[in-house]
């Protein structure tokens, strides 16, 4: 196993660090029908018997919706200079595209005043996975209009709230929406198709990314924002560090993970060569008429190369990685990397199976998209622990972002990676997609049992608050970090 680097650097944080929370609509907001909302794929998703693990729904999650005033005093307490949340695309646009909700609108323009009269900064991410049912019906995320359709709820968004939003997340965790929506079937829309449809669906992401950056710098520039796309990576550690084939596997594997989505906007317009040369390797050996990956046409190709103002990273954990051929009949995006990644025995848990405890990684990460992408502006747009019982004592909790922000300082501050913000996943206990209720990320503890949702702070929330307000690791206050 790997052994921890649990010495920590004493240092600051650059002076203008955003320091934030993260949340997603569909995971807090509740309210899923009220004021002219429309219905999103994960409405329709959580309804299925057997689609969440504990049977429930996000119809009324943390009742943000309602209590959004009360959750930016939770904020303002913490001292957090921003706040990254999602706006519901099913309340600003019912529909998907076409007639406007004017109740949906007023919704977030209330809860970006409320930042700021708390002299928090909004971070809003376009895209948090609640696709408008509307357009899953004609198709999704496999119809190349949606690049289109993405477009104008852009435009909207922009013309409603760019005067007061200056960081704009076109999507959040575009793997997931095609991993998990489109090929295993464990979110929304529960689609099949691991090997094919996984490919679609990336593609017309990446394209709809690029045409809402292009159309913010076209049209809206004079707002002065930033517009980036969130990608979220789990570092690759070489099973053996030593060993050239295990080095090239742990390559291989960020190429398919944080590549797949990255190097097209950052680098130049195009797949990643290694994902290039094995899909469409196989996908001839397989006897297929053509790639299993497709191209992207020239005209797109240049509006996608250099679509980015920042790279957003959501980071949580690491794989050790080793070369293992795969069989050929074996149609699917994990076959198509030849390699296997498990997680190190040793590594300590948490409340979620995937979720390994391992802050070597977020420096590394750092580290490889700077190498890769060049001096790219980076924000941590998503970091954090879960566990199942939901303790206020939270010390793992604790424990994890002492080390892991620890290790992004070491990359700041001695690896000089341009890291200008991070946001801790998650303000408070949510509506953890398919895990239901059962994971809880949060700062503070939400009571689910009762109508009012009372929130209560967890000791962690306390920890971040000091480590914000010191802006870094002081020495003298080290026995109650
Ligand atoms: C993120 N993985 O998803 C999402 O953006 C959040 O909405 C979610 O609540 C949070 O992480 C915690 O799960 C991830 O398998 C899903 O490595 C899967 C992985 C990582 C993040």
Redesign the pocket.
């Known amino acids: 196993g790997y052994v921890y680097e649990e010495d920590l650097l004493y240092d600051h944080f650059p002076g203008d660090f955003k320091w934030g929370c993260a949340t997603?609509a569909y995971?807090i907001e509740g309210a899923w029908d009220e004021d002219g909302k429309g219905v999103s794929i994960w409405d329709n998703f959580v309804r299925i018997p057997g689609n969440i693990i504990d049977g429930t729904t996000g119809d009324v999650a943390c009742d943000s919706y309602h209590k959004y005033k009360e959750d930016v005093q939770l904020m303002a307490n913490m001292g957090l200079k921003s706040y990254r949340f999602s706006i519901a695309w099913t309340r600003i646009l019912p529909n998907g595209i076409g007639e406007r909700n004017q109740a949906g609108i007023d919704y977030y323009k209330n809860l970006i005043a409320e930042l700021k009269a708390n002299n928090i900064e909004p971070a809003v991410t376009l895209y948090?996975w609640d696709l408008p049912q509307a357009l899953e019906d004609m198709g999704g995320w496999l119809n190349d209009s949606v690049a289109d359709w993405f477009e104008e709820y852009a435009r909207v968004c922009f013309e409603e709230f760019g005067d007061e939003v200056k960081l704009w997340i076109t999507l959040?965790?575009p793997h997931?929406t095609t991993i998990q929506g489109y090929g295993t079937g464990t979110m929304a829309p529960g689609k099949h198709g691991l090997g094919t449809l996984v490919y679609i669906a990336s593609t017309n992401l990446i394209r709809a990314h690029a045409y809402a950056y292009r159309a913010y710098h076209a049209d809206f520039a004079n707002q002065n924002g930033q517009v980036g796309i969130t990608l979220?990576v789990?570092w690759a550690e070489p099973m053996d560090p030593t060993n050239e084939t295990h080095i090239e596997a742990a390559e291989t594997n960020i190429q398919f993970n944080l590549g797949w989505f990255a190097h097209a906007i950052y680098k130049n317009g195009k797949y990643p060569d290694v994902m290039r040369q094995k899909i469409d390797e196989k996908s001839y050996l397989q006897g297929l008429p053509e790639s299993r990956l497709p191209q992207f046409t020239e005209e797109d190709s240049l509006i996608i190369e250099g679509a980015h103002d920042f790279l957003g990273i959501?980071f949580?954990?690491s794989n050790l990685v080793y070369p293992e051929i795969s069989d050929i009949e074996d149609i699917s995006y994990y076959a198509d990397q030849d390699l296997a990644a498990p997680q190190s025995e040793d590594w300590y848990g948490s409340g979620?199976s995937?979720l390994k405890v391992t802050p070597f990684g977020i420096r590394r990460i750092l580290n490889w998209a700077a190498k890769e992408y060049g001096d790219v502006d980076i924000y941590i747009t998503?970091n954090g622990f879960s566990d199942r019982q939901g303790n206020i004592d939270d010390l793992q909790r604790i424990y994890y972002y002492k080390h892991y922000l620890n290790q992004m300082l070491k990359a700041i501050v001695l690896d000089g990676v341009s890291v200008k913000g991070y946001y801790a996943?998650?303000l408070m206990d949510n509506m953890?997609?398919a895990m239901g209720y059962t994971e809880k990320?949060g700062m503070h503890a939400v009571n689910m049992s009762s109508p009012d949702r009372e929130r209560t702070p967890k000791e962690s929330s306390k920890w971040y608050g000091r480590l914000i307000a010191e802006n870094g690791y002081v020495e003298s206050v080290s026995p109650c970090f």
């Open positions: 997603a995971q948090h959040n965790e997931e979220n789990g959501n949580y954990s979620s995937w998503e996943w998650s953890e997609w990320f």
